[in-house]
T-cell receptor
Framework: GAVVSQHPSWVICKSGTSVKIECRSL??????MFWYRQFPKQSLMLMAT?????????EQGVEKDKFLINHASLTLSTLTVTSAHPEDSSFYIC??????????????FGPGTRLTVL | QKEVEQNSGPLSVPEGAIASLNCTYS??????FFWYRQYSGKSPELIMS????GDKEDGRFTAQLNKASQYVSLLIRDSQPSDSATYLC???????????FGKGTRLSVIA
């Protein structure tokens, strides 16, 4: 199956700093990557959809200037949480879709990044 | 507003029994349906995908889809304690559009 990695797996930072999270597809090229956020005991909330080489599409209520997404290649997308605050502490998960040779609907999830902002 | 509804549970079943998880969706035009399993503190793991009406079996798992009733279910046969997790139903209207997730059903398999 398709493998998606995320780095780092967990991060603790001070309020006001920026944090970059990388999402990589290891053995395939994905045309689309999705970024989700999950608070404790809640379901996944889609933050944005990114296609390689184009601007990300953000969901309503997600600040695009705070959550910067770059999808520079078919195997790498990054999410940067700028000026992080404690309320940004969450579990951030990416997924990759549009995999060649499979139904474009199938999405594979990375292992997630747990962000704690002090 | 596209919605996916699941009973939050917890659903408790004894080891060896069949666990039945249900999901309804609001967008009649939905074409693709998925079940993900999520252990506490981990990201979702794809279990099954189903695209046409009827049953699809994979090992101990069977997904059932009824588009007329806008209903999709997951059956887990011979449930094991290791199956204890939250099961997320997810629906896509068309290719490369975002998954719409239900809130998940927590399953507990009692040894």
């Amino acid at each position: 199956g398709a493998v998606v990695s995320q780095h780092p797996s967990w991060v603790i930072c001070k309020s006001g700093t920026s944090v970059k999270i990388e999402c990589r597809s290891l053995d395939f090229q994905a045309t689309t990557m999705f970024w989700y956020r999950q608070f404790p005991k809640q379901s996944l909330m889609l933050m944005a959809t990114s296609n390689e080489g184009s601007k990300a599409t953000y969901e309503q209520g997600v600040e695009k200037d705070k959550f910067l997404i770059n999808h520079a290649s078919l195997t790498l997308s990054t999410l940067t949480v700028t000026s992080a605050h404690p309320e940004d502490s969450s579990f951030y998960i990416c997924s990759a879709g549009g995999i060649r040779g499979e139904s474009t609907d199938t999405q594979y999830f990375g292992p997630g990044t747990r962000l704690t902002v002090l | 507003q596209k919605e996916v509804e699941q009973n939050s549970g917890p659903l408790s079943v004894p080891e060896g029994a069949i666990a039945s998880l249900n999901c309804t969706y609001s967008d009649r035009g939905s074409q693709s349906f998925f079940w993900y399993r999520q252990y506490s503190g981990k990201s979702p793991e794809l279990i099954m995908s189903i695209y046409s009406n009827g049953d699809k079996e994979d090992g101990r798992f069977t997904a059932q889809l009824n588009k007329a009733s806008q209903y999709v279910s997951l059956l887990i046969r011979d449930s094991q304690p290791s199956d204890s997790a939250t099961y997320l139903c997810a629906v896509i209207a068309s290719g490369n559009t975002p998954l719409v997730f239900g809130k998940g059903t927590r399953l507990s398999v009692i040894a």
